[in-house]
């Protein structure tokens, strides 16, 4: 772990045996490990600033479709209907069940909306350098705090368990929503895997 305002950190701490060593110089593409016990200390990720801001933007333009299109539509006898994420928030809310809609609305789409759009200031902010801003720090502690908020996972289970449930008493179709949605989620997963936190950090200047 290393000091979380200095841009030149010297000391690193392992997270496994709280080995200390001297802050590795890594290049895109370089790991550092712990000598002691071989534990990851450090990965630089390829290109990460370009990258994260890339993947927030393709998110947040996929966000739109994949809220509010409908996923998935079933006809029963003559009745049918369709259910998209935000209608089947609002569904919940309608029917009373308020906390569940309150949750489903947080962690499928407030979250993983706001992990975009911090990421993609971030990422202007480095690209611009700019991360004297005050808003800088509290952001990256703030995306810290939601990094695994997001659950849009458990709502597309919710969409596969009820495909398997009503597939023999329903006909089912699949609209353009679900696709843009799997597109989002993969977004979701593009931005972990770019997102380097570590090396937002080292950006903040040392005063005094």
Known sequence: MTAATSQTPTILACRECDNLMHYPDLQEGEQARCRQCHHILLYRKRDPVNRSIAVSIAGLILSVPAIFLPIMSMKML?????????????????????????????????????????????????????????????????????????????????????????????????????????????????????FDKELLWNKVPVHG
């Open 78 to 194: 003559s009745i049918s209907s369709t259910v998209s994420l935000s209608s089947a928030v609002y569904a919940l809310w309608k029917n009373e069940i308020y906390f569940v809609a309150l949750v489903t609305c947080f962690f499928c789409i407030l979250a993983p909306v706001g992990k975009l759009i911090i990421a993609l200031y971030l990422g202007i902010a480095v690209k611009l350098k700019r991360v004297t801003s005050r808003r800088y720090i509290p952001l990256i502690k703030f995306y810290q705090r939601i990094d695994s908020w997001e659950m849009l996972e458990v709502f597309m289970i919710g969409i596969l368990v009820s495909i398997f449930k009503l597939r023999d008493d329903a006909e089912l179709f699949f609209d353009l929503g679900l696709v843009s949605y799997i597109l989002f989620m993969i977004t979701i997963v593009g931005l972990k895997l770019s």
